[in-house]
Structures are given as C-alpha cells and as structure tokens.
C-alpha cells in the first residue's frame, strides 16, 4: 500500500497510490510517500518514477550499523530501527527512508504506532511540516518519546517486582526468572535502537545537507543521550535484582535443607535402636492383633504421605 502525501500551500491531501504522478509539477508537490507492505510492483514503480532504489526487507535488515546511514549526491538513505513489543515479546522492525530533495520515502513492513501517530499530528497541523526532512525529524523524536515511555513502564515493572521479592516471595521462582529475563531482553532492545538512532542522528547533524533546519537534532540526540543512561541503570537493577533473587532462593533452600537434616537426626537414633532389636518381644500387643497387620500398613502409608504434605503445603517441594 502506497500514501502519497501532497501539500499545495498549506493544504495537504492524501492520494493512495502513485498513478496521479504525472508531471513534475506533481511529483515536486508531494512531501511523503509512505510504503507499507509494499509488492514488488510498487516498490519497481517508484523506484522507476525517482530514478532510485530500494533495499529488499531481507537486505534492510542485513545492512551492517556503519552502512545504515549512506549519503550520496542528492539524497540520503537511512535505514532505522523501530521497537515492536508484541505479547511481551520485543523486537527491532527496521525501517528504511530515503530523503531526496524536499521528498521522503519511507518503507515499512509492519504498522507502526509512531506513524499512525505523527500521521493525526501531520492532518490536524500540515502547515508545520513543510519538506520531508522535518517530517522525519519528527517520526523520529515521536519514536524517541515513545521509548521513554517504554523504558519508563519498564522501570516501574521492575520495582514491583523487586517489591514482590523482598516483601511477598512465594514458591514462583521460575516466573520471577523469566520476567527478569524478558525485562532484560526489552532493555536490551530499547538500547539497541536508541543507539541506532544516535549513530543516525548524529550522521545527519554532521551531514552538508538541510544546513539551516537542524536546530532539533542537538535536542533529539540530548534525549536519546539521557535514555541510554536510563537503560543501563536498569540493566544494573535488573542485575542487582537477579543476585538478590538468588540469594534469597539459597537462604530459602539452606532453611529446607536444615529441616531435613534435623527430621533426619530426629529419627536417626530410633531407627538405629528398632534395626539393632528388631522389634521382636513377646510382649507386643499387635504381634497377635487380628487387625496388626493392616494398622501396621496404614500406619506407614500415613508416616510417608503426612511429611509430604506438609513440605507441600510450607513450598519446599
């Protein structure tokens, strides 16, 4: 699917599909020409119709860190990450743009919140974004927003569950490992696309073009630069938290194993005394009990099940 976004004065429609480009009129009027999910076909149009080319999905994501950001005679290709988190499963959907001119294009193979958002922002005020470079300026600061949003419910995630460990620790040891996990997971990711962004930004502030447009580039990477401190302070809660975790999983374990060596030393001395006679006197009320026997049965089964259903019940097994 293909969003041309064409802006006369300070009007701005939205045309889907390429087919009304027929002039140079109408290709310099357009600002934004958005692909998502884009076929073969599509993407050959445009390519044919800007005289450029586009990287596969598979190549995009290829690309080596220090070729995501490539600038050659009248244009700019960049290729960003952009955090997906699904089902607590986080990933990084790469995205390339291509800013030629006053045009960008942008490629995409995943809805992405951060469009659909500067999409409202770019209908209700089109007069504020005049060429494609400040329209990616501005996807990119609303991506930036949006991972401090993340890592800022991250963080609260992480002292709930530091709380549920020091104040309501309960027999769910593996649950609260595989949250610790996830959450470093995410905070690796969120880290990795911030610094994609930085390594991007900074390319761009160094870059001869859009000389006099970049006042917000200083700002963009002063927030990213505070993120990335944010991130590494969770990845040393998060560590802190794992070694308190585990040591408190050992006192728990220390204080099972203390009981079963006392119920061991308990019953020790007994069993010892029962093998050494055997418990063979005459005077032996059940030896000629009519019910001796199966009393006897049940008394073992009951000996047996009752310490296992009180370790069950204290968590211990």
Not at 76 to 89: A, D, G, P, R, T
């Amino acid at each position: 699917m293909i969003n041309c976004y064409v802006k006369k004065g300070n009007k701005l429609t939205i045309v889907e599909g390429i087919e009304f480009l027929d002039t140079n009129e109408d290709k310099n009027s357009v600002i934004w020409i958005d692909m998502l999910l884009p076929t073969i076909d599509e993407i050959k149009a445009v390519e044919h119709m800007f005289d450029m080319k586009f990287p596969t999905k598979q190549e995009s994501e290829e690309i080596e860190l220090s070729s995501r950001y490539w600038e050659e005679n009248n244009r700019i290709e960049i290729n960003s990450y952009f955090l997906v988190n699904e089902n607590n499963q986080a990933s990084n959907e790469t995205v390339s743009f291509i800013l030629q001119g006053t045009l960008l294009i942008s490629v995409r193979y995943k809805k992405l919140q951060s469009f659909d958002t500067f999409t409202k922002k770019l209908l209700i005020s089109p007069r504020e974004f005049r060429t494609g470079y400040s329209i990616f300026c501005q996807i990119i600061d609303i991506r930036i927003d949006a991972d401090a949003d993340t890592i800022e419910n991250l963080s609260k995630e992480i002292t709930k569950i530091r709380k549920h460990v020091f104040t309501d620790y309960s027999n769910d040891d593996e649950e609260i490992l595989e949250k610790i996990s996830t959450f470093e997971d995410l905070n690796m990711k969120i880290r990795e696309n911030l610094t994609d962004k930085q390594r991007i930004l900074n390319s761009l502030l160094k870059s001869q073009k859009f000389v006099d447009d970049k006042q917000e580039l200083p700002i963009m990477l002063k927030d990213i630069k505070s993120l990335i401190e944010h991130t590494n302070f969770n990845f040393e809660r998060l560590d802190y938290l794992q070694n308190i975790f585990i040591g408190v999983l050992s006192i728990e374990q220390n204080k099972v194993i203390k009981i079963f060596t006392i119920v061991n030393v308990i019953f020790l001395p007994p069993t010892l005394i029962a093998s050494m006679y055997g418990m063979n006197f005459d005077f032996m009320p059940e030896l000629h009990w009519e019910y001796g026997y199966l009393f006897s049965i049940i008394f073992m089964i009951l000996a047996s099940v009752t310490p296992l259903l009180i370790f069950k019940k204290k968590g211990w097994i």
